[in-house]
């Protein structure tokens, strides 16, 4: 596609998302549901087909080169379909919020004035690897009442379409607009620069991607955008905790999976307890092959750890997000320090503080500035499934509109409603 195409394409996917988001808006819940339940059955029937389509870009990527772990994210396993099925099912057994009326307060005028949750009309998602994403962005879209543009990675091109195109069927068999949903199907990188500069159509943007990818968006963008950098997250031990269960939530906050935006990349440790509890989680990383790069009170301490691999740690190892098994370690005074090394070294992602005080605790849910702010649990739960919002779209680190996993709400808005019965301003 030459430039001038790829300009009126974009424009004419915009256009038509436009016109299908207003009759999204007042497509009622049964209607939405029956989509996202045609769409399970239909990723269902179509797992073997969907497989073959995937086999193509699994073998472009493994031809260009792409480490396994990239290849892995590419792959439409029926395990995967079958999540993806789920998910709509779900999304289709939550409440409807569209439409709710929340805060409705008689005025000394007499008037009642409410909020009521609307759809924010249409978002566009520019995404890279996990085709995955296609159905979780569409399904959310469709129980949201909004209309989407998605745009996924150039090397998952074949599955995208595949899967977009049974987004569009469930769509119509439910008898609603197919361009509540639209894919992108050209890879030529100007349809992104397009789709983030069409205000007269999209109402936001969300990027899910490497650093690059939304560093890019959010200073091109002329329309909102959703989005995260990084997922530099802490977990602080303090004095006084329960050593063995800090141990375990340190331990999985790390090691269960390193890849995600929510694995813990610092380690605080209270000076009170850092003889106590940093020689048992050293012992734990050391026998899971995770470097620890430690301030030189830290180092001193882990030094006696069989097999600990230990490096001194940068001025940037603070504020470093790894996605690999590195974690930084520092020992600190106590709460005070923690809050203030968390708020200038985080990403504003998600951090917790291991403690049995209570006044600790509390402060550290009121005064560390993030998304998630976690007591005496896993890093790893910032997750919208785990917090029970159905599915998430992203988590976002902003502070306007959606914080935190962005679900359905945070692809809503708020609009005052205002009853009354012939009231007139004096």
């Known amino acids: 596609m030459n430039a001038l195409n790829v300009t009126e394409y974009t424009h004419a996917l915009g256009s038509q998302a436009k016109v299908a988001s207003a009759l999204m808006a007042r497509a009622p819940a049964a209607i939405k549901n029956k989509a996202l339940k045609a769409l399970a059955r239909l990723l269902r029937d179509n797992t073997a087909a969907l497989q073959t389509d995937n086999a193509r870009d699994l073998e472009r990527a493994r031809a260009a080169g792409l480490s396994e772990p990239m290849v892995d994210r590419l792959q439409l396993s029926p395990k995967v379909l079958e999540t993806c099925a789920q998910g709509c099912e779900q999304l289709a057994a939550m409440p409807d919020i569209i439409g709710e009326i929340t805060g409705m307060k008689q005025q000394p005028s007499g008037i009642r004035v409410g909020q009521m949750r609307v759809p924010i009309g249409v978002f566009g998602m520019i995404y890279e690897s996990r085709p995955n994403v296609t159905i979780e962005a569409a399904s959310l879209s469709i129980k949201s009442g909004n209309a989407c543009i998605l745009r996924g990675g150039s090397e998952a091109i074949d599955s995208n379409k595949a899967l977009a195109k049974i987004v569009q069927q469930a ?4 008898g609603l607009p197919q361009d509540a949903v639209q894919l992108v199907q050209t890879t030529d990188r100007e349809a992104v620069g397009q789709l983030i500069t069409m205000p007269q159509f999209v109402d936001v943007i ?72 940093l020689p048992q989680i050293g012992a734990v990383y050391a026998a899971k092959g995770v470097e620890m790069r430690g301030c030189p009170e830290a180092m001193a301490i882990l030094a006696s750890v069989p097999g600990a691999k230990l490096a001194a740690a940068t001025e940037q190892d603070w504020s470093e997000e790894y996605l690999a098994p590195i974690i930084s370690v520092k020992v600190v005074a106590g709460v005070d320090e923690a809050i203030a090394h968390i708020n200038h070294y985080s990403s504003h992602h998600t951090d917790a503080i291991l403690t049995t005080n209570h006044v600790h605790a509390q402060r550290f849910l009121r005064e560390v500035d993030s998304a998630s702010v976690m007591v005496n649990a896993s890093t790893r739960f910032a997750d919208g499934f785990e917090f029970g919002l159905g599915a998430e779209i992203g988590i976002s680190t902003d502070k306007f509109h959606a914080r935190g996993p962005v679900g359905l709400e945070g692809l809503t808005s708020l609009k005052y409603v205002v009853l009354g019965e012939g009231e007139v301003r004096n």
Do not use: Q
């Open 171 to 174: 769509l119509a068999e439910a």
């Open 206 to 277: 969300i990027p899910r991607g490497g650093k690059g990818l939304i560093e890019r968006i959010s200073r091109d963008a002329k329309v909102p955008v959703i989005k995260h950098l990084d997922g530099n997250c802490h977990t602080y031990v303090d004095d006084p905790c329960d050593i063995a269960m800090a141990v375990k939530v340190a331990d999985n906050a790390k090691t269960s999976k390193y890849s995600p935006c929510n694995a813990s990349e610092g380690l605080l440790v209270a000076r009170g307890v850092a003889a106590a509890f």
